[in-house]
């Protein structure tokens, strides 16, 4: 997968990096993470600039995102039910809603970065349950200038390991969500076992 993103980036430069970035953010299955190290590390060797690469996908990634909010808006949650069955991602879906019911902008800011698998689908969320649209915008812009800095960075720095690093980063993320997903359970089972027992002494 590293080989394949290396050329794909080095043949198309910051094309790559602002297609990959934007259609990521569009449920599109495209490994943007590893292409901002691909570009990072071009960028330390000479073959990019590192403030296009980072500026490219800043763009690139908030124009996806607020896409996906807008697409979100007009089909409504319908449209979120709909790919929800499509896909088989109606868990996933579940805990979006959560995220933006419970939190608002901040489930828009954590899923951008740090439960980024959820991000696309947050988006489409945030729109169709109407969170308005300044807020979005505002936490979506947040959390994207993390996420992009981190990996442009991660590998402008690194650039001469990046086979290590791109492993070391998936398994970072992959433990990360796996904590995000618990901490949401144990939260939900929290405030249910409170709901039983507030019913419990009101009875």
Known sequence: MSDTVFTLVSEYGLWMVGVSAYLSCLLVPIPTALVMLAAG?????????????????????????????????????????MLGLRTGKTELISRGEQAVDRHGGLGVFFSTWLVAPLGPWVNLIAG??????????????????????????????FGGQIDVVSETVSDWAGLVAALAVAIGLFALLAARQRRRRQMASAS
């Open 41 to 81: 590390a071009f960028s330390a060797s000479g073959d990019l600039v590192v403030w296009q690469v980072w500026l490219v996908a800043w763009l690139a990634a908030l124009a996806g995102d607020n896409t996906g909010y807008q697409i979100g808006r007009m089909g409504g949650v319908p449209l979120i039910r």
């Open 128 to 157: 169709a349950m109407r969170l308005p649209r300044a807020k979005f915008a505002v936490w979506d812009t947040a959390g994207e200038t993390i996420w992009v800095s981190f990996y442009v960075a991660l590998g402008y720095l």
